[in-house]
C-alpha cells in the first residue's frame, strides 16, 4: 500500500541572525527598466502582470506534496521556531543517532555543505542519495552549513504546533531557510521530491553569496556542447530524446565565473566535478498560437524576458518552476541577462507545440541541432525556411 502523501511548508522569515547566510541578493547590473525586451517590451509594468512582490516573503503549503495545489499559507510562518526546538530536544534523547554528510552543487568550487542527523538509519541512507559527496570534516569547515534533521516518530505536540488535520498523520516537511535547517519527520524523508525542492530553496541564498547564479534548469551535453536548458519539469520528462543527454535528471542549475554545476547527483557518479560553462542557453516554450517560431536565436534582453515570463500555452510560469524559491524570479531574469551578455553566451527559443500539437522527441532534437549549429535563417528568408522546418519535424 502506497505511503499517504505528505505536507511541505517553506518558511522565508522577514529576519536572519547575521550568523547564519545571507539573505539571496542577485547581482542587478541592469535595471529593470532599462532590461531590453522582445517586440520593444520593457520589465515596466510586467511585475505586476505575473503578481511578483519581491520584497514578499510568503509561506508555501504543499497539501499532499503536489504542486498543483500550491496555497499561500502565512498562519504557519511561526511553526518552525517551535519545531525546531522539539525536534533537535527529541533527537538528544536518543541513545543512537545516524550522521551523514554531503553537498548540494557538484563541485565544491561552489557548493552548499549538508548534515544529515536522523534516529533513522534507512532516513539517512536515502538522503544521502541526494547529496555529492565530500571530503572527512569538510563541513566543519564550512561557514553556512544545513542541517536536516530527520524524526521518524511525531508527537502529538508537533501535530499540536501545525495545527488539526490527518495531512500530517504520516510525515510533514519544513523548511526554515533563516535558521538553515530542514525538519523531516514521519515518513517524509521517502518523499524525494519535497526533499530536493525544499533543499534547492534553502541552498539558493547560500550558492549566490558564493558567485553563483542558481536557477532552476537542466544541463545537456550535446553534440560536444554544454547547453543550460529551461523547460517546465512535466514537459522535460516527457521527451525521453532529452533524458539521454542529461547530466542531471533533477531541475537546479548553478552557473558562475568559474564554471557550472548541477544541485543533485548526476545518473553516473555522486563524486563532485566542475562542469564547463554552457555554451549556449535554450528556453523551450509552449504556443499553439503561431506567433512564436519553431525556432530562433534570442537577444540577452529577449532571453531574460521569455525565461520570466515561463509562456506555457497561454499561462505564464515565472522562471519555469512552481516551487518555491526565495529568489524574485525578475532578479533571476536580470541576472540571467547579464550573465549571457557578459559572457557573449547565444541563446535560443524553441517552441514544443505545432498546430496544437507536441512535436515528437525526434523533432525536438533537430531543432535542438538547428539552434547550436548557429545556421538559422535570417530574417529575410525566415518566413519560407521556417515553414519547410515546421513540416520536416512535424513530420517526424
Known sequence: MAAAPFTQAT???????????????????VPPSSLPMADGLTFHGFQDLLGIHPSARPCFLFPGGRRSSLKLAPALCPASSLLLPMVTFHLSSISFLYVQDGAIGSSAECDAKVRVISDNPSAVMLLSKVLWKISDRAISHDTSPLTIYATSSISNNVKTVLGSGTQYANGFAVADIERSSLILCGK???????????LAAMTAPILSARGGLPVPGWILSFGGSTVLFF???????????????????????????????????????????????????IILSSDSSGAIPSVCKLSPGQAAY??????????FV????????????????ISLFSHLKEDDTPAYLINAKHSGKYIGGNGLMKLLKLALSHDLPDKKTEGSRVQALQREVCSV
Open 188 to 198: 517524509a524523508f521517502i518523499d524525494s521530491a519535497i526533499v530536493k525542492d525544499a
Open 318 to 333: 515565472p522562471a519555469y518552476s512552481r516551487a518555491p524559491s526565495p529568489a524574485d524570479p525578475l532578479a533571476l531574469a
Open 231 to 281: 523547460a517546465l519539469v512535466e514537459i522535460m520528462m516527457s521527451y525521453a530524446e532529452i533524458h539521454n543527454a542529461l547530466l542531471s535528471i533533477d531541475c537546479g542549475v548553478v552557473i558562475s565565473s568559474k564554471g557550472s554545476t548541477v544541485l543533485f547527483p548526476t545518473k553516473a557518479s555522486r563524486e563532485q566535478k566542475l562542469l564547463t560553462k554552457p555554451t549556449g542557453v
Open 11 to 29: 518558511l522565508f522569515p522577514a529576519r536572519r541572525s547575521p550568523s547564519r547566510a545571507p539573505s539571496l541578493q542577485l547581482p542587478t547590473v
Open 306 to 315: 521569455h525565461f520570466l515570463a515561463g509562456y506555457h500555452d497561454g499561462k
